[in-house]
């Protein structure tokens, strides 16, 4: 076969050799042509390879030069202080061949400062597209057609420390100008223009005659495909191609034309120089068919034995790289291709390796589930903590380890998880494979793609048993000790109430004083005892609300007659909507209401204001108390409702109580179906506001 292949191929070969030789002058004139417009190619894709390097280059410098700019502590200054110095300094740095142009604007996108007449102070850039994603927070670079020149833009923003607020933007603007064309043009060997906007045609020493029909028909013509135009010397062989700057989101695209001549007059002496040499070359050719044969399929079918190989997994394997021809620079790319598949292989056997490192050497449970919530991964502590093997978990649902009706992968809770896309410190339980519920602390969250869609679902649990069995023995001391507390306080609190009265005998005031002061300490100590005991019966889960219909507004004038002495010397504001009854336990929430009238009798000074508000609020009734005491500092503020923490600014103000009444609170409103909140401001006041069902 391989010799009647070659049998066959001589034989066309001589047959057509006498119509080539006819046609010898016009073949030799079209390979000539074909010659000088492969040169003319070679040395615009050369152009355009350099031209994509020169902006890489171009794009750092700028970018380098913006980032030393944003580390000036006078820009920032300036521009949240005295934006007087933003034109000086802009100046400043433009000496220093910075850029061709500079402007920096507010926070809004207005110009506020230029190194030029362009931009006008007050001209709004919060619409133009590098300016844009800088004002976002990004840094931008772009291309833009700007006071009849193209400019490559540099927009950064200038961020405020400490809380990284942004104060406004800096844009450094290089101009694509007749100079930086003549020196591209000059970098790259070859004429460059440029289409933008697929409107504008940007160029250097080209006539409108050319750039006209040239600018027109870059519009269409594919980026990387040789094109030639008739002109009035000659024709003009370019090459459409597609420049982009830009940081990722924010890239900008532009069409550069690069163009060289065609000098024709070299074809025409060419062609009559080899036409009487043709016949000769063509049967030179034809002896040489032969062996030329041989040697193009031999390398081929080398390739294909070295892809066999590579495909069948031996990523060692390269092809022999003997030779320029274009097979030789096949199998150079073909062994680029291998390379970056062996890095591509290596770089992910490595990342699976530490993940997988990572998830085995986790103490808390791991579990992943696909968006149906499958199991698909359980790192090692789950299956220790829980009795399984490697497998066993892998394709069950996830309520198989969180079952019940406390679950949050069932029913309605399912739906409200995938929802809200994330669960955090939830107490639920986990089941063991032989059955034993395990107190767990689950934070779940949604995993989804670029596309919003679902991919997966992530948990991460606690083993809290520890904690639970803690809890349990603190709650049984509280109650114990509450209950030690009790038995001996009545009796010595009725025995100082006779000897204060005078029933036990007369006592001197002195006497008298100090036994009011223990009388109101066994008071605080009965009232402590009894928080304790509260606590711990709603810990316990064993505390019921006698619930009935509460009005508010008598609720408050209650409890504000329990403190009528201290509270003598304080204004009480009164602001009651016209709301329903609430649905609640009337002694539990007068016990609420007093303690947070209490706390702001306390913190308010003598002639101070304190005011009740009452209000609807979605099916809720909520009740605000707002003193103008000195406030609470963000700090504290947030472990308000933290066992043993007390409200206060300065030490002198701080109750000398446990911290246990705003536990109490909480917890007791908690019970109710509603919830608790503070609001303070360090100087002015606090505002706490609890929210309780509306009865029907």
Known sequence: ????????????????????????????????????????????????????????????????????????????????????????????????????????????????????????????????????????????????????????????????????????????????????????????????????????????????????????????????????????????????????????????????????????????????????????????????????????????????????????????????????????????????????????????????????????????????????????????????????????????????????ESSPFAGERWETFMLRGMIRNVETTCRTKHGKAIPMLLSSAVMRGDDERVQGIVCVAQDITERKQLENIKDSFIRTASHELRTPLTPIRESLSLMLDGTLGAITAEQKQFLAIAYQETLRLGRLSQTMLDLSVIDSGTMRLDRARVVLAELIEEAWKQHSGAAEQRQLVRRFADVPPVDGDRARLLQVASHLLGNAIQFTAPDGVITVSIDRSDGFVAMAVTDNGGGIPPEEARQLFQKFSQPGRLEEERSGGAGLGLVLCKKLIELHGGTITVSSDVGKGSTFTFTVPAAA
């Open 1 to 404: 076969m391989r010799f009647g292949l070659r049998a066959k191929l001589l034989g066309v070969t001589i047959g057509l050799l006498a119509s080539l030789t006819l046609g010898a002058l016009g073949a030799v004139y079209y390979y000539i042509g074909q010659q000088v417009r492969e040169q003319a190619a070679r040395r615009l894709r050369a152009g355009a390879h350099a031209l994509g390097t020169v902006f890489e280059r171009t794009q750092e410098q700028l970018l380098g030069r913006g980032r030393v700019l944003l580390e000036l502590p006078s820009l920032q200054a300036a521009l949240t202080q005295n934006p007087a110095d933003l034109e000086p300094l802009l100046q400043e740095v433009k000496a220093v061949r910075t850029a061709n142009l500079l402007w920096a604007t507010d926070a809004a996108g207005a110009a506020l400062a230029s190194t030029g007449e362009y931009p006008p102070p007050g001209q709004s850039f919060a619409e133009h597209p590098v300016v844009r994603q800088a004002l976002a927070g990004d840094i931008a670079i772009g291309f833009d057609y700007l006071v009849d020149e193209w400019w490559m833009l540099l927009s950064l923003p200038v961020k405020v420390e400490p809380d990284q607020r942004l104060a406004g933007t800096v844009t450094l603007a290089l101009l694509i100008g007749e100079a930086y064309l003549a020196r591209l043009a000059e970098l790259i060997g070859t004429d460059v223009g440029f289409l933008w906007e697929r409107q504008r045609f940007w160029s250097r020493g080209w006539p409108a005659g050319v750039t006209a029909p040239l600018a027109a028909q870059a519009v269409a013509a594919p980026p990387g495909e040789l094109q030639e135009l008739p002109t009035a010397s000659g024709r003009l062989v370019w090459l459409p191609h597609r420049v982009q700057v830009g940081i990722y989101p924010s890239v900008t695209h532009t069409t550069a034309v690069l163009g060289a001549p065609l000098d024709e007059s070299v074809i025409y002496e060419t062609a009559r120089a080899i036409g009487w040499v043709a016949l000769l070359v063509l049967t030179l050719g034809v002896i040489a068919l032969t062996g030329a044969i041989g040697s193009i399929t031999r390398p081929i079918k080398s390739l294909a034995r070295d892809a066999q190989r590579v495909g069948g997994g031996d990523l060692t394997h390269r092809a022999s790289e003997h030779g320029s021809d274009e097979v030789a620079d096949l199998a150079r790319a073909f062994n680029q291709m291998v390379e970056g598949v062996s890095r591509s292989q290596d770089e992910l056997l490595a990342a699976k390796r530490y993940t997988d490192s990572v998830i085995g050497r986790m103490i808390n449970s791991l579990v992943v589930a696909d968006a149906g919530g499958t199991i698909r991964i359980v790192n090692p502590a789950t299956l220790e903590l829980l009795g399984y093997a490697g497998a066993e978990l892998i394709g069950r649902h996830l309520v198989t380890l969180f079952p019940g």
